[in-house]
């Protein structure tokens, strides 16, 4: 019987001009229906990055992702999986 409560993390965003690597636990419950890192709307993460590195944070994913790797910023949430019922890191 699956595990309703597995969740199976995002592979890490980068390449090989990557210099800064934002790290986190496990994508949150939304972001993991999206399948797309900090896709929380109440999430701070792509409007700060959009002001520090200079691009329109409502821009779609893949272009979100193309900015920051073209800054030399790359994501990874550590956990590749885990089981956490909810989005609290806490609940790991």
């Not at 210099?19 to 700060?48: C, D, T």
């Not at 193309?66 to 910023?73: I, P, W, Y």
Request: proline share 8%; aromatic share 10%; charged share 15%.
């Amino acid at each position: 019987m699956p595990n309703e409560n597995f969740n199976q993390g995002f592979p890490p965003v980068v390449d090989s001009e990557t210099r800064v690597l934002v790290i986190g636990s496990m994508p949150s419950v939304k972001s993991l229906s999206e399948q797309a890192y900090y896709a929380h709307p109440r999430n701070g993460f792509w409007p700060l990055m959009g002001k520090i590195l200079a691009f329109d944070s409502e821009l779609p994913y893949a272009v979100r992702l193309q900015n920051l790797l073209a800054s030399g910023v790359g994501l990874w949430d550590v956990y590749a999986g885990c089981e956490r019922k909810g989005s609290l890191d806490s609940a790991i």
